[in-house]
């Protein structure tokens, strides 16, 4: 008898979680979960752009408006528009303009950064256009094609630095280091495109790397060092250009003081292959293979020199060097420290490369 009210039970069990799940899907068809939040200048205040993926129509790209001097209170005016409940939960990105990254960013980080409703995985980028112009490129396109998936996929790639909300409150609120997150513009054929890497003093936008200087920078932090590293091949008389596919390596820094001299040492052994080059450069010869060896160790050396050097001119510590001087250092204090000491450092960069034999097969 037991066994048969078991029996009797399964239909109606089965029957509930359907049901269960029906609701489900009825609940995200009408809502609307932000994906992409950007802000523009307004008059005194500031332009919202939020896009979202609507499934009542296959999923394609929308986006609402709302413009206020306070930027909590335009989720509000956007919801003055939509017949669903706004949600930012599903948050995937944050953008500025670059207006607004130029005049601080200090009001978004407290007000979205630190609501602990949005994943600290979520992106924040500048955008060199309007947030607007980007989002009207992207309306009514598949949902592969929201910004965040580009973003997302070079980082694991690791073709560019990583960057999140993590990273961007920790250094920000972090001692003697800077912010640095993506950097996008909408090329000639309106498409969206990585062009850089932003670099912030405090809240604000101070300097954006080109794509070369990028991927220095990307070395320097020593998180992704796999990538492809593009360099010039000389012999004689021949010049051309080349690109070293890195496939590992390792970094090590350390700081040394002597005679009142702080000296920052970056280390690196990279290991890989080259894997574009001239048809009049044979890698088949052990003496052309240890020359591209040493040639882009002093052309990548030369560049990492560069690139920290300009660090220090504009002021910007994107590296941490000074939290890493406070570690060693008794009695550092920030302020101290980048109006005196930062513009004394020297730097010291050690490359060693590593071709594999697949690199320098014919």
């Given at each position: 008898m037991s066994r048969f009210i078991?029996?009797?039970?399964?239909?109606?069990?089965?029957l509930v979680l359907?049901?269960?799940?029906?609701?489900?899907?009825?609940?995200?068809?009408?809502?609307?979960?932000?994906?992409?939040?950007?802000f523009d200048k307004h008059n005194?205040?500031?332009?919202?752009?939020?896009?979202?993926?609507d499934y009542a129509d296959k999923g394609r790209i929308k986006v609402l408006r709302g413009d206020s001097n306070r930027t909590r209170t335009m989720i509000k005016e956007m919801a003055f528009q939509s017949a669903q409940p706004i949600r930012i939960e599903k948050l995937k990105?944050?953008?500025?303009?670059?207006?607004v990254a130029a005049e601080g960013v200090k009001t978004f980080i407290k007000t979205f950064c630190r609501d602990p409703i949005i994943s600290f995985y979520a992106i924040l980028a500048v955008v060199d256009d309007s947030v607007a112009s980007l989002s009207e490129s992207l309306l009514g396109k598949d949902s592969q094609e929201f910004p965040y998936h580009l973003l997302e996929q070079n980082m694991k790639q690791e073709m560019i630095p990583?960057?999140?909300?993590?990273?961007?409150?920790?250094?920000?609120?972090?001692?003697?280091?800077?912010?640095?997150?993506?950097?996008?513009?909408?090329?000639?054929?309106?498409?969206?495109?990585?062009?850089?890497?932003?670099?912030?003093?405090?809240?604000?936008?101070?300097?954006?790397?080109?794509?070369e200087e990028m991927v220095h920078y990307k070395?320097?932090?020593?998180?992704?060092?796999?990538?492809?590293?593009?360099?010039?091949?000389?012999?004689?008389?021949?010049?051309?250009?080349?690109?070293?596919?890195?496939t590992s390596g390792k970094m090590k820094r350390k700081i040394s003081t002597s005679d009142n001299k702080t000296t920052f040492t970056y280390s690196f052994v990279l290991e890989g292959m080259v894997t574009e080059y001239?048809?009049?450069?044979?890698?088949?010869?052990?003496?052309?293979?240890?020359?591209?060896?040493?040639q882009l160790e002093k052309q990548l050396q030369t560049h990492l020199l560069d690139l920290l050097h300009k660090f220090v001119k504009e002021g910007v510590d994107p590296l941490g060097i000074g939290d890493l001087t406070r570690s060693r250092q008794r009695g550092w204090t920030e302020a101290k420290f980048y109006a005196a000491e930062y513009d004394h450092i020297q730097f010291d960069v050690h490359i060693h490369i590593r071709l594999t034999k697949a690199g320098i097969a014919e």
């Open positions: 078991v029996l009797l039970w399964i239909p109606v069990i089965v359907v049901l269960a799940g029906c609701a489900n899907a009825v609940v995200v068809d009408h809502i609307r979960s932000l994906t992409v939040l950007g005194s205040g500031y332009k919202a752009s939020a896009l979202y993926a990105m944050l953008a500025f303009s670059k207006e990583h960057s999140t909300v993590a990273t961007v409150l920790f250094d920000y609120y972090g001692l003697g280091r800077d912010i640095s997150v993506p950097y996008l513009k909408l090329n000639a054929n309106k498409e969206i495109e990585i062009a850089g890497y932003g670099i912030f003093k405090d809240d604000r936008l101070k300097l954006v790397l080109n794509h070395l320097l932090q020593g998180r992704a060092l796999r990538g492809e590293i593009p360099f010039v091949i000389r012999k004689d008389s021949k010049q051309s250009p080349a690109v070293f596919n890195t001239p048809d009049w450069f044979s890698l088949g010869e052990e003496d052309n293979t240890k020359s591209l060896a040493d």
